[in-house]
């Protein structure tokens, strides 16, 4: 007879597996770029210039006192961003 045990870090690490928008990490928080979501073709190719592709790391390292910017180091510069076009960027957390 074979059982299966399912250990409770397992659950999380898979849910944590998932993209989520730039704009839910928190001061701090690393991620992978994964997939732009732009709403229009120029703000996705104005991200891409601005260095955010695919494979980029990024750590959010402040919010605006309001909520709005957001402020995140990529390719070893500061650049900031408006919570909506944050929201269009997914990343993989990293660890």
Known sequence: MHLTVHHPDAVTTRQ???PTS???LTPGERGTVETIAASSPSLRRR????G???GTTIELIRVAPMGDPIEIA???YRLSLRREE???IFVKKSK
């Open 74 to 76: 990529v390719r070893g």
């Open 22 to 24: 730039l704009n839910h």
């Open 86 to 88: 944050a929201s269009s």
């Open 16 to 18: 944590n597996s998932q």
């Open 52 to 54: 955010l592709t695919r």
């Open 47 to 50: 991200l891409l210039e601005m």
